[in-house]
T-cell receptor
Framework: AQTVTQSQPEMSVQEAETVTLSCTYDTSESNYYLFWYKQPPSRQMILVIR??????QNATENRFSVNFQKAAKSFSLKISDSQLGDTAMYFC????????????????FGQGTILTVHP | DSGVTQTPKHLITATGQRVTLRCSPRSGDLSVYWYQQSLDQGLQFLIQ???????AKGNILERFSAQQFPDLHSELNLSSLELGDSALYFC??????????FGNGTRLTVT
């Protein structure tokens, strides 16, 4: 079974600064996806960024980038130029790739990190 | 807007009762997933359907059941409700490959 650990229950950052959220995972799989989802106070679950494990290049989406260290099983999220709208709970999630014709399965989530951006 | 529709947004009911949560996936998505989010358990996977068939089961209680209909919408039935069932229930859908797209959730309060 896979486990995802987010060791920072809460983080805060000043507007326009950079913050990094940590995530580690445990799996015996070699092919998988990793994701960061954002849950603002509106409680929507919004996909921030995703990374395929077979890709060595770190994913980037505008102000959001990841540092994917496969050997260390680490997947951190860096938010640059933080904005007030980035205030949310951030979840790291893991999904293994299907094998043998089975469908893609579930996402396994970490416990989340509450990020507060201060003006 | 993710394109996944969940109804109702809020539900308040008493212990012992039964409720049905509904989910309409994004157009073209064949897979539907149900998740429960509670303060103590975090986001827990309950069950997955693909094109009408159950594909995977997670930490779903025997008091809970789900189904996916021919038009691909899904329902999650929760019966003999207990206080501990109070949570946010999410539906997500995908075309059977990542990413999953989540609805806005149904907030269930059991009193």
């Amino acid at each position: 079974a896979q486990t995802v650990t987010q060791s920072q229950p809460e983080m805060s950052v000043q507007e326009a600064e950079t913050v990094t959220l940590s995530c580690t995972y445990d799996t015996s799989e070699s092919n998988y996806y990793l994701f960061w989802y954002k849950q603002p106070p509106s409680r929507q679950m919004i996909l921030v960024i995703r990374q395929e494990a077979y890709k060595q290049q770190n994913a980037t989406e505008n102000r959001f980038s990841v540092n994917f260290q496969k050997a260390a099983k680490s997947f951190s999220l860096k938010i640059s130029d933080s904005q007030l709208g980035d205030t949310a709970m951030y979840f790291c999630a893991f999904m293994k790739l299907p094998v043998g014709g089975t469908s893609y399965g579930k996402l396994t989530f970490g416990q989340g990190t509450i990020l507060t951006v201060h003006p | 807007d993710s394109g996944v529709t969940q109804t109702p947004k809020h539900l308040i009911t008493a212990t012992g009762q039964r409720v049905t949560l509904r989910c309409s996936p994004r157009s073209g998505d064949l897979s539907v997933y149900w998740y429960q989010q509670s303060l103590d358990q975090g986001l827990q996977f309950l069950i997955q359907y693909y094109n009408g068939e159950e594909r995977a089961k997670g930490n779903i209680l025997e008091r809970f059941s789900a189904q996916q209909f021919p038009d691909l919408h899904s329902e999650l039935n929760l019966s003999s409700l207990e206080l501990g069932d109070s949570a946010l229930y999410f539906c997500a859908s995908s075309v059977d490959r990542p990413p999953l797209h989540f609805g806005n959730g149904t907030r269930l309060t059991v009193t």
